[in-house]
């Protein structure tokens, strides 16, 4: 029987400039969750994982957290003259691991996320992406019951990040509770078990990326990107509007690939020129959108 | 696992050898052509006496700004590890290598000066004990302001108070509260010895073992209040 790891109950945080950042969060995680924290940046998320790693305080409700967490933060800081092996192995003697386990360990999580052959470089030389790879490696090396991720996808290649799902289903797997916060909606829909939407520091909706995606009116979107600002008028019946910019817009319908000729139509008498047109599923991202009225950034890849 | 921390301020001190280099070489570079200079004994004695506390102070002080701005300290504490073992052993490794990047100038200062070698035991002991001292201000200074800015002014303001109050820039009326805080003070040991080595030394000084017994107490504080401070210096990450 799954255990619980986590209790959040009525939480809110203000700062001391008085700004509620938090108001009202409920949810819990129990062993092998992976719990995502889905919004833009300033939703709240970051802080509702320093609220969980006790570096904050709450202004009122109530955290339970069965052990303390290892936490991976945006910027995890590092000995910087320091090699990654050392960097590792200081974390892991900080944490009480005997040498010898250390050593082991490390060099597994080292070879995980690709940096054995960099593993004696000082961190100081390492781009982003390593240092990502590597504050990662020591997250999970770290081998708590609970790990806190902040965007962990930040910085990451494609190679990377493929990794870091395989790594997560393989922990959730052996029981490892993840709470992890993102603006990256497809990583989030791959991974996580739950999904909180937060928008302005409150829960806009949650669920399963599943029942979320699949309790959307819209079965199907329409991609549409323009070389000129797109018609203002309303799009055909039965076609909605998701959302419009300067360089395109989207429409939702339950069957929209059967529509496109009358959207071609509509697009060709309002003069306005047409560069591609994508036909796809939605996914959690319009979930977002449908429930916030806003949009989720594009995710950058570094490395 | 107990020691971490000093082995790793160690390890990160020897790895960066040309801060290592220079911490050698400035303080024989300014403090050489004073002592050797024809000012007074008791100026020259001074400014010793002034370098090494600000040594130990500022060289406490702003790497710890620096972790609790970077989130090093923060990843300690989510660690486990615990303030008091962070503090404690992070500012008893620090003194050392302050200690140990004085010694070249120390043993130039006293060929310089010709003291007898004989005090040279002295010396070393007496700058291992302002050190300390100076390296416990650091971290109450850490724990206090936000910036580095702010570190440099405290540093400066509570390392002169204290030198003033260890009887450095004057001498008290006898019977004096002053003299009792002068004999107690961990940095009037280091002001005495290098007064003696250069010349204008008194019969009259009190015993170094008051101001060890003083520091005994200070760390006895710091150990105490390190949990305290430890969170303080981390949270200026998240202010």
Same mark, same amino acid.
């Given at each position: 029987m799954s255990e619980r790891r986590v209790r959040v109950d009525g939480l809110s945080f203000r700062y001391r400039s008085d700004r509620k950042v938090l108001d009202g969060i409920d949810f819990e995680a129990y062993s092998g969750d992976v719990v995502g924290l889905l919004g833009r940046n300033g939703s709240g998320k970051t802080t509702l994982l320093r609220l969980l790693a006790g570096l904050l305080r709450p202004t009122s409700g109530t955290i339970e957290i069965e052990d303390a967490p290892a936490v991976v933060s945006d910027g995890t800081p590092f000995l910087e003259p320091l090699s990654a092996r050392d960097n590792l192995l200081a974390t892991l003697a900080l944490r009480g691991m005997d040498a010898e386990e250390a050593r082991f360990t490390a060099d597994f999580y080292m070879r995980c996320y690709r940096l054995s052959d960099d593993a004696d470089r000082p961190v100081e030389e390492f781009s982003l992406g390593m240092r990502r790879r590597l504050a990662l490696a020591e997250g999970f090396a770290a081998n708590q019951q609970l790990i806190l991720l902040d965007e962990p996808t930040l910085g990451l290649d494609p190679a990377g990040r493929d990794r870091l799902i395989a790594m997560l289903s393989e922990h959730s797997g052996d029981g490892l509770t993840v709470v992890l916060a993102t603006n990256d909606a497809g990583f989030a829909q791959q991974v996580c078990d739950q999904v909180l939407l937060l928008n302005d520091g409150r829960v806009a909706a949650r669920g399963t990326p599943a029942t979320m995606i699949a309790a959307l009116e819209a079965r199907t979107l329409l991609e549409i990107v323009t #070389? #000129? $600002?797109? $018609?203002s008028a309303a799009p055909p019946d039965g076609l909605t509007l998701v959302v419009r910019s300067v360089a395109g817009l989207t429409l939702a319908a339950r069957d929209a690939s059967r529509r496109l000729p009358e959207v071609w139509a509509w697009l060709e008498a309002a003069a306005c020129p047409v560069r591609e047109i994508r036909v796809r599923e939605p996914g959690l991202a319009d979930v977002f959108l449908a429930h916030t009225g806003v949009e989720l950034p594009t995710v950058p890849e570094v490395d | 696992m107990t020691g971490t921390i000093w082995r790793l301020t160690w390890q990160i001190a020897l790895r960066r050898r040309r801060l290592l280099t220079w911490n050698v070489l400035v303080p024989v570079l300014l403090l050489v052509p004073v002592v050797a200079s024809g000012a007074a004994a008791a100026h020259r004695a001074v400014v010793v006496a002034v370098f090494v506390v600000f040594f130990g102070a500022y060289g406490s002080c702003i790497p710890l700004i620096r972790d609790g701005m970077s989130g090093w300290a923060e990843k300690v504490l989510l660690t486990g590890y615990g303030g008091r073992r962070w503090l404690i052993e992070r500012t008893l490794a620090s003194t050392a290598i302050d200690w140990m990047q004085l010694l070249p100038v120390n043993l130039v200062l006293v060929v310089l000066s010709d003291a007898p070698v004989g005090l040279l035991p002295a010396i070393l002991g007496a700058t291992a004990l302002a050190l300390l001292f100076a390296n416990l201000l650091g971290v109450a200074v850490a724990a206090l302001v936000r910036a580095l800015g702010e570190a440099a002014l405290g540093c400066a303001v509570l390392s002169l108070f204290a030198l003033h109050a260890a009887g450095v820039f004057r001498t008290p009326t006898p019977g004096s509260w002053w003299v009792v805080l002068e004999t107690w003070n961990p940095l009037r040991p280091l002001h005495d010895v290098w007064l003696d080595a250069l010349g204008a030394g008194s019969a009259a000084t009190p015993s170094p073992l008051f101001a060890a017994a003083a520091l005994a107490a200070l760390l006895g504080a710091l150990a105490a209040a390190a949990p305290w401070l430890a969170d303080r210096i981390a949270r200026s990450a998240a202010d």
């Open positions: #070389a #000129a $600002p797109p $018609p | -």
